[in-house]
């Protein structure tokens, strides 16, 4: 069993940077790929990033490409998303992911969620 709790959301004005994290509680290095989703309110839950248990390989949706930037730790059983030049569109509640089937385009269903962490971009 996996559990995952994502931290450093928050408010920021549009153009800031954010750093959110999912901390795992157990082992996720080398097994799972792991994303991040978000949903915003009224809208369906949508793929943001995900990154392979091999941490070379990634995929981003195309909204947040060359913006946000995911990447893991797993010795510290841990996965980042570094968020630059946020936009108020990226206002949303943030989940992290683990066991997650991806392609090479998008990453869809997941075995393990989070609780979440709200980021909310002022314009």
């Known amino acids: 069993q996996v559990q995952l709790v994502e931290s450093g959301g928050g408010l920021v004005q549009a153009g800031d940077s954010l750093r959110l994290s999912c901390a795992a509680s157990?082992?996720?290095?080398?097994?799972?790929?792991m994303a991040w989703f978000r949903q915003a309110p009224g809208k369906e839950r949508e793929f943001v990033a995900g990154?392979?248990?091999?941490?070379?390989?990634?995929v981003y949706a195309d909204s947040v490409k060359g913006r946000f930037t995911i990447s893991r730790d797993n010795a510290k059983n841990t996965l980042y998303l570094q968020m630059n030049s946020l936009k108020s569109e990226d206002t949303a509640m943030y989940y992290c992911?683990?066991?997650?089937?991806?392609?090479?385009?998008?990453?869809?269903?997941?075995?393990?969620w989070g609780q979440g962490t709200q980021v909310t971009v002022s314009s």
């Open positions: 990154i392979a248990q091999i941490s070379t390989i990634t």
């Open positions: 157990g082992r996720i290095s080398d097994r799972y790929n």
């Open positions: 992911a683990a066991e997650v089937r991806c392609s090479a385009n998008v990453c869809d269903v997941a075995k393990y």
